[in-house]
């Protein structure tokens, strides 16, 4: 596998956006070198007063080895390390955060570094955009998932009560690196998971990217590499649009009314499952409901449906009754007026945003799912 690095420099190309040129904005992912030198050229440019790494135990041990020799920082410099896990995402996470931001005098000038996955950009944006009222953050993502999705776009936030993302901010970060190889020590799983966002990306926007995706050999890093620019275009083409989601970025949650709500659901009982398996489950979910809703064809939701099936394993949701699923969703950010909104495909490649759907639909949806782990 090639090591490339790509920068989507999001603070200069989101001013073109204000004016919806968002062709602009894409020109703006660039390949750059294997040496980190174009990290150095920004963070020199960006004359930080201080810098501080944030990794998870997995990113200081994997990825920090292989940033930490390249960069030629010539301010003062921490490393911040969390435990890994979605369970860290957390007020109590954040807090300390900020209390070690307070002990060593972090500045408006400072610089945050994100070195990981989801948890990493979510908490350290929220907790970058919030100190001071706000200092600067790059994102360096380590996992498929965070390179495809979470680095990108400008939602950080945190877990609390159990509610997926339920406190945070949209901030964008000052760029992001994107190098591939961190994804050599990745597990099956965690890739998998990040897989399973990209196939998102194909079913809201762009069909040949789903059958591309589906017609892989092997879910790895070498398989994948191939077709991670088109995940992260995509992405980035949406959230142009639209970076507040009052509209089209609600595509981009598809999947995640029922994913979010199942994943709650185990975060609580502490049998956490990776957020890509609970969104692959929500796809299955959604899908179904688009087809009794009269989105789709049969022939379409089957399809969609199999592919997702072979992929994924299945997530026994017996334990959980339908009426504390659907309570779950009633906190979903894309509800209005106490209806929960969905986002449903019409087609492969296309994606409806505020979709009312009645609740008679979203229970056979969830028997629907449930009774496939019977077959
Ligand atoms: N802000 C957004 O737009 C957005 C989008 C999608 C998902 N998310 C959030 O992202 C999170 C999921 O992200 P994730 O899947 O990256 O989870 P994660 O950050 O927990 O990473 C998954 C696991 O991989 C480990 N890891 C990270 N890099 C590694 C590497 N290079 N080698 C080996 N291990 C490594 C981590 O320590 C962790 O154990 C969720 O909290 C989800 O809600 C946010
Ligand atoms: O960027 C977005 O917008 C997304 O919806 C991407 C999702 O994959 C991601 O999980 C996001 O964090 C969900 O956002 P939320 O607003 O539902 O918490
Ligand atoms: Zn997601």
Redesign the pocket.
């Known amino acids: 596998m090639g090591a490339f690095l790509y920068t989507i420099d999001t603070n200069k190309s989101f001013i073109p956006f204000l004016f919806l040129n968002f062709v602009k904005m894409l020109a703006m992912i660039k390949e750059l070198d294997k040496d980190f030198s174009s990290l150095n050229e920004y963070i020199r440019q960006l004359d930080p007063s201080k810098i501080f790494i944030l990794v ?4 200081h ?3 920090l080895p292989i940033m930490l020799p390249n960069l030629e920082i010539e301010v003062p410099f921490e490393v911040i390390e969390i435990e ?3 369970e860290n ?1 957390t007020i109590e996470t954040a807090t300390q955060l900020w209390e070690i931001f307070s002990e060593m005098e972090a500045d408006r000038k400072s610089l945050l570094i994100n070195l ?7 908490l350290g ?1 929220f907790v970058a955009s919030t100190y001071k009222r706000g200092f600067r953050f790059v994102n360096v ?6 390179m495809c ?9 945190i ?1 609390h009560q159990y509610l ?2 339920i406190i945070g901010t949209f901030a964008l970060p000052e760029a992001i690196f994107f190098y591939p190889k ?6 099956f799983e ?1 890739l998998r ?2 897989f399973a ?1 990209m196939l998102k990306h194909g079913l809201i926007a762009d069909e040949k990217h789903w059958n591309d995706l589906i017609s892989i050999e092997k879910i790895t890093p070498e398989f994948i590499e191939p077709y991670i620019q088109r995940s992260m275009e995509i992405k980035n083409e949406v959230v142009s649009k639209d970076f507040k989601e009052q509209n089209v970025r609600k595509t ?1 949650n598809f999947g995640h009314t029922i994913g979010h709500a199942v ?1 709650s659901l185990f975060l609580k009982n502490g049998n956490l499952i ?3 398996e609970a969104v692959a489950m929500g796809m299955i979910c959604e899908t179904h409901l688009a087809l009794l809703c009269g989105l789709i064809e049969v022939d379409v939701s089957s399809v969609i449906i199999s592919k997702i099936k072979r992929l994924f394993p299945y997530i026994d949701i017996s334990e959980f009754k339908n009426a504390a699923i659907m309570d779950l969703m009633f906190n979903d950010k894309k509800n209005e007026d106490g209806n929960i909104n969905f986002s449903l495909i019409n087609s492969i490649g296309s994606c409806l945003f505020d979709q009312k759907v009645n609740a008679e639909h979203i229970i056979l949806t969830l028997d629907f799912y449930k009774n496939m782990g019977k077959i």
Not at 56 to 59: A, I, L, P
Request: net charge negative.
């Open positions: 998870d135990e997995n990113s041990n994997y990825c890994a896990g979605e995402k990981g996955g989801g948890v990493i950009t979510d944006g993502p380590t996992t498929l998932l965070s999705d979470a680095s990108i776009g400008g939602k950080t936030g877990d997926k993302n961190f994804l050599e020590t990745l597990k965690e998971s990040g966002e981009l994943e990776p957020h890509g």
